[in-house]
Structure formats: C-alpha cells, structure tokens
C-alpha cells in the first residue's frame, strides 16, 4: 500500500514538473544567468558571477546565447486566435579597449535554429554569410546594436539600433539614443562607452507594430521608442524558433555581454530587477601595485621568474617582435609573431603565394579561428614614418567593401612589416588573363569583376570618411574570391612610400603602364590617377594584354593608344582577347573599350570619377562624345614614360621610398 502512494505521490510530482516546464517555456526572465536554460556557442561563456559574455577582444569570433526551447509563434492559427503579441528586455554592455577601437556589436535574434556553423562573423553579425544574407527563407528576425559602419548594408552610422529581417540590410535604423520626457528631447547614447544599457522590444501583433526602445540602465522606459516600425511578421516568424543573442567581433573587436534577460511570448517582459543584475568585470587599469609583505613567496617568485626568463628567452629570439608604446593603442590589430609563425608552417615556401614588389606574400590558417589568411612580409628598416603607417593601417580598419580584400591587421619585427590580410582562394587576376596554364576567365566573370572594383574605388575615393587613393591598381592587385568575385588589394600600401620622406621632394609610386602622364611629371596621385589606371586596367582585362608588354607594338605606343588607333580604324576585333574566343556581349565589350578610353584619357579634366564609370557600366548614363585622335604619347616626354628609373634601396625592399628630387621617378615595373 505505502509503495503505491508512492508511486502515485512522485507521478503528481512528475506532471506538476511539466505543468510548470509547459507554461514556462515562452516566458522566463534572468536577472543574471545562473543556471540559466542556454545553449551557448562560439566563444561565449557565462562567469560565476552569472554575467553572459558573448564575446572578448579577440578578432573574428562570434558568440552566441539562445534560449534551448523553442519558442512557439504559432502561424498557422485562424483568426480566431490572432498571431501572439511579444516582447522582450535585456540589459547589454560593450565594452571597448577605447572607444573607438570597438566592433561589430550584438543582436537579439528570433531564429529557427541555433546552428551558426556557417554564418560569419564581423559585419556578418554571426548570423549569415555572403550567399545567405537577404533571403527570405532565413526566417531570422534580429535587432542588432551596431559599431562599425558598412556602406555595403547601408549602415547609417557606427553606433546605431538597427531591425534585420533576413538580412543586415536594416528594415529600419537609428542612431542610438533615448527619448527623456524630464527633458522633452532625444538624448544620445554611445552604444560601445562600456556602460551598461536597457533595451526593449515590443510587438503588437493585431497592429503589427514593432518597438524597439533603449535607454542608460538606470532611467525607466522612455514612453518613446526609438524605432517603432510596421511589419508583418507572420511571414518572417516560423511555428517552432529560438530566441537569443548572436554577437561577433571584426578586424577591431569589443567585450560584448548580457547582464538580465526577459522574454514573453504572451504580454509584455517584466523589467528586471537591476539590483540584482551581475557586475562587470573593473575596468582595466595601467598598473596595480600590491606590496607584499612576506619574504618567502619573493623568493620563490624570483626563482620562478628566472627560470621562465630562461625558457622564455630562448623561445623569444624565435618569435621576436618589435611593440612599441605608442602601438598599444592599435591593440586589436595586432597580431603576435608567433601565431602567423604557426599560421605560415614557419613561412614555409610550400605556403609561398607569390611575391612582389613590396615582398613575399605566403597562405597561413591562424590557429585559434581556423580563419585562412594571407601575410605580406615587407621589409623596412625605417622607424621614421612607421607610426604613421600604424596609424593609417589602424585607420584602414573601417574600409571595408565587399570587392575589398579585407586587412586584418599587423605585425612588426625587426626590419619587417608583416600585413595580413583575407585570403583570397583563386589568387590574383592577371594569372587568369595571361597564364598559359590557368584556364582563361570567361567575359561574364570579367565584367561582374570590372564593375566590382569600379564599385571599391568608388567606395575608396567617395564613400568613406575620407578620401583613400589606391595608387597602384592593376590586374595582380585585383584577386578572386570563391565566387570569382573581383576584390581589390593593396590599397593605401602605397602610402607606406609616403611616410619618412621629405616632404619637399615628391616621388611616382605606381607601375609602368598605368601611370598618368601628369603624374609621371609631378609625381603628385590624385582621384584622376587612379582613374587613369582603373582605365588601363579595363583596357587590360577587354584585352588580355598586359600594358607593359606590347609586342609587335610600335616603341612609344601605350595600350589606351593602340586600342585607340584600332577602334578608329573599326579593327576591334584586332583588340579583343583571342582567349575569349568570341564568346562576350559585343555591347559590353564596346562599353568597357570605351569606358577604359576615357578613363584613360590623358587629360585629366576628360576623364570621368567613377562614380559616372559606374553609371556608365550599369547602363545608367550615356557616354560623352570623344576624340578619338588623342594620343597618350603626345602627351608624355617618352623619357619617363618609357625608361623608367628603377632603385633599390634597404629601407622598403624592392620598389623603394627613399627621397628623390622632384624630377625624379621611382618606377615599379610591371612583370
Ligand atoms: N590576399 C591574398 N590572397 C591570396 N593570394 C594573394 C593575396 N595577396 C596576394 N596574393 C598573391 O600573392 C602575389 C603577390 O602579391 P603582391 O601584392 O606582393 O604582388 P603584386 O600584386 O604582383 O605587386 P605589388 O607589389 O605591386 O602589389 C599575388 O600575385 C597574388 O597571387
Ligand atoms: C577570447 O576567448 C578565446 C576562447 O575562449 C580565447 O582563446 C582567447 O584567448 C580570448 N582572447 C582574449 C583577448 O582574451
Ligand atoms: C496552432 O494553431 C492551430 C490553429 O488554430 C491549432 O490547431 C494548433 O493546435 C496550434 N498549435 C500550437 C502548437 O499551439
Ligand atoms: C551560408 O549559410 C547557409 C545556411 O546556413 C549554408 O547552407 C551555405 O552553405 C552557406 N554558404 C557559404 C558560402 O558559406
Ligand atoms: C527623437 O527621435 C525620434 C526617433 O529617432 C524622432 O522620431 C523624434 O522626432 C525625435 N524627437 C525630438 C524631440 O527630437
Ligand atoms: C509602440 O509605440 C507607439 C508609439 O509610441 C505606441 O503608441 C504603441 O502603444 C507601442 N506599442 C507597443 C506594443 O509597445
Ligand atoms: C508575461 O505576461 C503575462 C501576462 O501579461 C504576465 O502575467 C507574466 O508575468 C509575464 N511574464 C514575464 C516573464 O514577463
Ligand atoms: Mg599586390
């Protein structure tokens, strides 16, 4: 008898367990997550003191947090019971070794799986990758606290709230900020300061209304959201999703965490109780001094120290780098000697992806990430200048654009600069138009490549903070991603010349063939260089020839002329790459033919920006009238232009910036 009341007696436990575990699941609230119900990933860990950090300042990872059951949104009910209202409010805070150092940020995300194996990180958010991002059957809701700035998705700015539906491309954005009603205005609020913040979301099913609302931790809901935006979610939301947070670092990278969580899935998130959230941990302080008092520990500690000095120096003549004070603050960029030693199979000649003018260039997989990357080696001597290189890489942070190979970072040592950067699995271009070996590219790759990187130097010379010249544009600077997408390299690498010299003296940095006849007489790059060598570029890639090697050429005559003079005879088919073989659309050949002409034109005044190469290549323009008997050559003392003075010097390896006069020209020749 007493056994059976027992059994009865546990069996009432037992549904009185799932009674509860049913009516929580889409509602729960963690003021801290302390055996909180979470499925973590990536590099996301919860401390003792119940603080969800989703990521640290490490680069290129992504963290994430989601609720393990999956919430209903039942979308398949009448109307009769309408699509569920609901809300939710966490508490964040990013935090940045300096404020402007951070990236990329975190996002509240409504999935129907936590399974982001394949989504990447940096401006990907973690949530989707190049092929996925916009469509429809991604089912992903998102709200995403956001900064870094990226045209490619519109961004607004490096510090907004922004709603993702499928894709980062913002349904809506704003500049972080609350509304305070004690003041009766919008008040700013800088998302990566390291304080934390409240934010809420709230949807009305039956209007389908969505609010986003942020506020500083310690001011109640504004009565004003920040976002308040219509949208329709019962396409987006599926029966079965999971609920949490996805956050990534980039080429910069900040401390992202989660201090409380509400979610309800039928009414509005209770607020959390903000005395009871977890602390962050102290803000890190230069030096901490702690005096101590007894005299053994000293003493082991001292022996300790010199035995891992002994073991430490023996290793540290192998990983040796150059750090200097100043570059602290260029920390995320940094990467250390020995991860690229490892990543490089010790800049193993198997691992050699070519070499030019500025150095080797070697393939590496950088241990912790499993990332694959590509590392410059440029050997310098000069510390003068250096600083400014740093500061410039460290401002090249922010460019980025999807037809921009990426810079990750660097590393100094002695008498080396090591740039590293994305790999780019199919190499460079001119290996595609000239090798004998590599099947050639076919027209329609061509021109998605064209136009690809006339859109990153637009974004170069147009879209960014400031105005970055490229100054060395030409096919092996131009390289292929997975897709034979076209991603311009190398940019601002021109600068490192640039820097330590004498600013009275000037200097051509750039490749024969490509350089504009003003700038081989007043060394000075201008937007209307780069143009001209983007021109050569289209006239190279129409071509299959590359601009320094004209053979059966008359002497003088550059490619822009030799194109030139056969489109006036109506030879265009003389011009046209034979490897092609006659397969391209005669009305783009024609378009990218002329498009390159008159870029190349050699006055610079003719020639066009790119944002109207852009409109010229996308069809949304007409082409000017030209003059077709313009010849490069009458333009340019054939000196210069055809015996270009070559130096090597130690200071930057082989194509050097050491100061010249102004007459002077330091010519890197196409090989
Ligand atoms: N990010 C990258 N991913 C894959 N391969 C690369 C990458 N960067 C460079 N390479 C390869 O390394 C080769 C050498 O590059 P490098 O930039 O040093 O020389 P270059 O472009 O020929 O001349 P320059 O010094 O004028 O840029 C390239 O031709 C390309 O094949
Ligand atoms: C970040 O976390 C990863 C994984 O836990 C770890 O390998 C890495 O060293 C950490 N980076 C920093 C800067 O703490
Ligand atoms: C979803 O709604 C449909 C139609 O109203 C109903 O039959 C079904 O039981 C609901 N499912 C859940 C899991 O609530
Ligand atoms: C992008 O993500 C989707 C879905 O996770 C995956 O199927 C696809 O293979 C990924 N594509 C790339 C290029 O990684
Ligand atoms: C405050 O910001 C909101 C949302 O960005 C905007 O609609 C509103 O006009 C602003 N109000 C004031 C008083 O500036
Ligand atoms: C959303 O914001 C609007 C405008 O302030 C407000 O009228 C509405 O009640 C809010 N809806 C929800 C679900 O919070
Ligand atoms: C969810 O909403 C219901 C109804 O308004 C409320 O009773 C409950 O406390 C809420 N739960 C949480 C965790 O916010
Ligand atoms: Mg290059």
């Avoid at 490490?58 to 009910?77: D, H, M």
């Avoid at 956050?247 to 309800?264: D, M, Q």
């Avoid at 990750?408 to 950067?421: A, H, N, Q, T």
Wanted: charged fraction near 20%; aromatic fraction near 10%.
């Amino acid at each position: 008898m007493g056994s059976s009341t027992r059994i009865l007696f546990c069996l009432t436990m037992l549904s009185n367990i799932h009674f509860s575990l049913a009516q929580d699941e889409n509602q729960f609230i963690y003021n801290g997550f302390n055996g909180a119900n979470l499925h973590l990933d990536g590099v996301a860990k919860i401390h003792p003191n119940g603080l969800l950090q989703l990521t640290n300042t490490s680069i290129l990872q992504k963290g994430y947090a989601f609720y393990k059951i999956p919430i209903s949104f039942n979308t398949s009910s009448s109307a009769l019971i309408p699509f569920p209202s609901f809300s939710t409010n966490f508490v964040f805070a990013i935090v940045s070794e300096t404020p402007d150092m951070g990236g990329k940020g975190l996002a509240f995300a409504i999935s129907p799986s936590m399974d982001f194996s394949q989504a990447l990180a940096s401006q990907y958010m973690g949530l989707f990758n190049i092929s996925n991002n916009g469509l429809p059957t991604n089912h992903v809701l998102a709200i995403e606290l956001d900064t870094v700035r990226n045209p490619e998705f519109e961004d607004i700015n490096d510090n907004h709230v922004g709603i993702d539906v499928n894709g980062l491309k913002s349904v809506e954005s704003a500049p972080a900020a609350y509304f305070s009603s004690e003041e009766g205005k919008n008040i700013s609020l800088m998302l990566s300061n390291g304080d934390p913040m409240q934010l809420w979301m709230d949807y009305d099913a039956a209007k389908n209304i969505l609010n986003v609302t942020l506020a500083p931790i310690r001011s109640l809901k504004p009565n004003r959201p920040l976002l308040s935006t219509p949208i329709d979610l019962s396409q987006v939301l599926l029966e079965n999703m999971y609920v949490g947070f996805s956050s990534a670092t980039g080429p910069t990278a900040s401390e992202h965490y989660v201090l409380g969580w509400s979610f309800n899935r039928t009414g509005p998130a209770q607020n959390l109780e903000t005395s009871k959230l977890p602390q962050l941990p102290p803000k890190r302080k230069s030096s901490q001094k702690r005096s101590i008092n007894i005299v053994l520990p000293i003493a082991a500690t001292v022996v300790l120290v010199i035995f891992i000095g002994a073991v430490y120096f023996i290793r540290k003549k192998k990983y040796e780098e150059v750090r200097e004070d100043w570059e602290t603050e260029y920390g995320p960029q940094r990467f250390s000697y020995k991860n690229l030693y490892i990543a490089t199979k010790d800049f193993k000649e198997t691992e050699l992806l070519g070499a030019g003018g500025f150095g080797k260039v070697y393939r590496g997989t950088l241990p912790n990430s499993n990332l694959q990357i590509a590392v410059k080696r440029v050997s310098h001597d000069s510390k003068q200048g250096m600083k400014e290189f740093i500061a410039e890489i460290a401002s090249m942070r922010r460019l980025s654009h999807r037809n921009l190979v990426q810079l990750l970072g660097y590393c100094r040592r002695k008498g080396e600069l090591l740039l590293v950067y994305d790999y780019m699995p199919n190499g460079s271009l001119d290996k595609f138009l000239f090798s004998r070996i590599k099947q050639s590219l076919s027209w329609f790759h061509r021109f998605r490549v064209l136009k690809g990187v006339a859109s990153a130097l637009l974004y170069l010379h147009e879209e960014g903070e400031q105005v970055v010249l490229h100054r060395d544009i030409k096919s092996s600077n131009v390289l292929l991603d997975a897709d034979f997408n076209g991603r311009l390299g190398d940019f601002g690498l021109a600068r490192l010349y640039d820097h330590g010299t004498n600013p009275q003296t000037t200097h051509v940095v750039g490749t024969v063939g490509y350089l504009a006849p003003e700038l081989s007489r007043n060394g000075k790059a201008t937007i209307g260089t780069d143009v001209f060598a983007f021109g050569v570029f289209m006239l190279e890639v129409a071509c299959g020839r590359r601009p320094t090697d004209l053979q059966g050429l008359p002497e003088e005559q550059s490619l822009a002329d030799w194109v030139r003079s056969c489109m006036k005879r109506g030879a265009i088919l003389d011009i046209i790459d034979p490897k092609l073989e006659g397969k391209y659309l005669i009305e783009e050949m024609e378009l990218v033919l002329k498009v390159g002409l008159l870029c190349s034109h050699p006055f610079p005044a003719m020639r066009p920006n790119m944002r109207q190469v852009m409109q010229y290549l996308d069809g949304n323009a007409n082409l000017p009238e030209t003059d077709s008997s313009i010849s490069t050559s009458s333009f340019t003392p054939s000196n210069e232009a055809s015996e270009p003075v070559f130096s090597f010097s130690s200071s930057y390896g082989k194509r050097s910036a050491h100061s010249v006069s102004s007459n002077e020209s330091i010519l890197h020749k196409g090989r």
